[in-house]
């Protein structure tokens, strides 16, 4: 009688210790569960990104090729009839169907597009920088010359022999790199968007409106856009700098109009930085 009131005794007294150890273990394999399973979503984001950073930067390379074919062309490359210069612009602007405008840009500055409308660009960061360089260069966004829209510039160097005689340009508007972006999608809600390295977004699927008015290197929101926060989360604007001054991806949270979010920032390497 005593021995099993002494088992019962034990039994009881290690009853206890026996749930502790369980629960302990159920959370450190619940712990371990959910950290391999954010990883690996976080592994599959990182992925999802650099995927959508190489189309994109694929498709400005295709650009870049098609403009450096143009003006190796001998109409363009002398840069001396401006008829045939229009006249050549014309044919590619058809034929290819990248661009809203081509156009080209003698070294003065004075430029005429595929219509054979004549404006100045001697003042574009993009124009100095080919002239110096002589490499390609893509712009940050700008409102386009000849369409009037927010549009992006690839430029390339138009050479005759060993000598710079003009800058061959090509304009698409940010639409087409919304459109590069519109089938990214991750898990329910997950999405991408574009931003230049200044901070400024350029393209977004699904609040277009953010285009050209929300920098993410600025705390205090552009108060155009009516969010419902006057001031970026601290947080975003540390993952884009450090994303961008490292070139390299980076993971982290930070909240957006009262909604907790995770986002993966990736640099894509274009011509003229």
């Known amino acids: 009688m005593n021995f099993k009131s002494i088992q019962t005794r034990l039994l009881v007294s290690l009853l206890p210790l026996m749930m502790i150890v369980l629960a302990l273990l159920a959370g ?5 569960s959910r950290q391999a399973l954010s990883d690996s979503v976080a592994q599959t984001a990182m992925a999802t990104g650099t995927d959508y950073g190489r189309r994109v930067q ?4 295709v650009m870049i090729v098609e403009l450096k074919d143009l003006a190796s062309i001998q109409r363009i490359r002398t840069g001396a009839d401006k008829s045939q210069i ?9 034929r290819l169907g990248d661009f809203d405008a081509i156009v080209f840009i003698s070294p003065d500055g004075a430029g005429v597009n595929h219509t054979g409308a004549a404006a100045a660009y001697g003042e574009r960061d993009y124009f100095k920088k080919v002239m110096q360089t002589k490499a390609p260069v893509v712009s940050d966004p ?4 000849t ?18 005689t003009g800058v061959l340009v090509g304009t698409f508007s940010v639409e087409r790199l919304t459109a590069c ?17 200044s901070g400024m977004i350029i393209a977004h699927p699904k609040r277009p409106d953010l285009a050209g008015k929300l920098n993410l290197l600025e ?14 989360d601290e947080r975003l604007i540390t993952l884009f700098k450090r994303a961008a001054q490292e070139g390299r991806q980076n993971r982290g949270i930070y909240a957006f109009e009262g909604v ?3 986002a993966v920032a990736t640099p894509i390497d274009l011509p003229g930085g």
């Open 28 to 32: 450190v394999s619940y712990y371990v």
């Open 142 to 145: 700008l409102v386009s010359k």
């Open 181 to 197: 972006i519109k089938d990214l999608k991750f898990l329910d809600t997950g999405y991408g968007q574009l931003s230049d390295d």
């Open 147 to 164: 369409t009037g829209k927010l549009a992006v510039v690839l430029a390339v160097p138009v050479v005759n022999n060993d000598q710079m």
């Open 86 to 94: 229009v006249e050549a612009l014309a044919e590619a602007h058809k």
């Open 58 to 61: 694929a498709d400005m390379e």
């Open 219 to 232: 705390k205090k929101v552009n108060p155009e856009l009516k969010l419902a926060q006057t001031e970026l």
């Open 260 to 262: 907790s979010r995770v």
